[in-house]
Structure formats: C-alpha cells, structure tokens
C-alpha cells in the first residue's frame, strides 16, 4: 500500500470539483500541504460516475483525481468490511454501501478519513474523521 496521511471522502472532492480554488475542501488541502492524500477506490469511482453522469469531460477529470493514488482492497479490506456489515446491520444502523467500503479501508490502516458527512461514519466504531 502507498503510505498516506489522510484519505478523503467523496463529498470533498465535490466541493473541490464544484466550488474550486476557494472551496473549503481547497483551503483544506492548501493548510494540509504536508500530508500525503489518498482516495479509497470506490470514492474514485464515485466520483468518476458522478463526472460522467454529469457530461464533464473524462481528460480533466482524470487530471483532478490523479493527484490522488488510489487505496484498493485487499483480504484484510474485505474481513473488515464484513464484519462491520454484520455488527450495523444487526444493530439496524447500516449506512450507505459505498460508506461502509471507504469506513472499511480507513480502518484497516487507522487513517483519519476527511469528510463532511459525520452521520453516516460516526456509526462505525474506531473510525477516526476529520472534518473540513
């Protein structure tokens, strides 16, 4: 695995996209300019189909996300996600598939994930969250 500091959710990069050089997200990553940044493959993918969705052309988005390697699953990835997937699902609290994935890779390396959508992370025990 790429060593990294923080992995960010899909909402920030959104904000990044959507709101450029003066967005939150932006003054986020100009304060945090030291720390190394990655992406959980689904976030990337989230944001690519949104992209997509969207009609935004493919060259300058892959340009955006580049910047930002890439964390796949491994074995260990997917323990954790079942584990976490059999503990909410009977305690009825289930966030959302794609959250539970990006929960799920921030665990397995105990890197702060960077987001604004506490409600559905705070559910998952361990989960370190930084927001923007």
């Known amino acids: 695995m ?3 500091d923080r992995l960010l959710d899909t909402n920030f990069l959104i904000s990044r996209w ?5 967005s939150p997200a932006a003054k986020w990553l100009r ?9 959980p493959w689904i976030v990337k993918g989230e944001f690519l189909r949104g992209a997509a969705v969207a009609g935004h052309q493919p060259g300058a988005v892959r340009t955006f996300l580049d910047r930002f390697p ?14 976490q997937f059999a503990r909410l699902r009977a ?5 959302g598939p794609h959250d539970l994935w990006i929960a799920s890779t921030a665990l397995q390396f ?13 559910r998952i025990e361990g989960i370190r969250l930084e927001s923007y």
């Open 2 to 4: 790429i060593a990294v």
């Open 18 to 22: 959507r709101e450029g050089r003066n």
């Open 31 to 39: 304060d945090n300019a030291d720390l190394a940044i990655g992406l």
């Open 70 to 83: 890439a964390i796949w699953p491994d074995n260990t990835t997917l323990d954790i996600y079942a584990s």
């Open 91 to 95: 305690a009825n609290t289930l966030p």
């Open 110 to 122: 105990d890197i702060p994930l960077v987001t604004r959508n506490t409600a559905q992370f705070t």
